[in-house]
Nanobody, 127 residues
Framework: QVQLVESGGGLVQAGDSLRLSCRPS????????MGWFRQAPGKERVFVAG????????AYADSVKGRFTISRDTANNTVYLQMNSLKPEDTAVYYC????????????????????WGQGTQVTVSS
């Protein structure tokens, strides 16, 4: 059983930066694309960013493009989400997830293509 563990969330002010980390326990996920999603109170969980299994392809939601950067360190089996210029509307619980397909060269924005999820980490941005 793969478990994903996120860390790095917190309370920051608008304009600040945070870096989220995601590591699996029990197995490597280097053969899978990885994604970050977020869910604000009363709203659906939405795609934020994704990175291909080999790390060369990334995708972002329009709302975070130019401010957030997703990356993966295969040697350390970790996926990161660097979040700069944070805004109050970025406030949400952020989830890391693993694409169910192995060696898939694309990035899916659909939550149902991801089979393992972390417990989430809270990001709160004050104005």
């Amino acid at each position: 059983q793969v478990q994903l563990v996120e860390s790095g969330g917190g309370l920051v002010q608008a304009g600040d930066s945070l870096r989220l980390s995601c590591r699996p326990s029990g197995r490597t996920f280097n053969a899978h694309a990885m994604g970050w999603f977020r869910q604000a109170p009363g709203k659906e969980r939405v795609f934020v960013a994704g990175v291909s299994w080999i790390g060369g392809v990334t995708a972002y939601a329009d709302s975070v493009k130019g401010r957030f950067t997703i990356s993966r360190d295969t040697a350390n089996n970790t996926v990161y989400l660097q979040m700069n210029s944070l805004k109050p509307e970025d406030t949400a619980v952020y989830y890391c997830a693993r694409d169910r397909r192995t060696y898939y060269s694309g990035i899916s924005r659909a939550a149902n293509e991801y089979d393992y999820w972390g417990q989430g980490t809270q990001v709160t941005v004050s104005s």
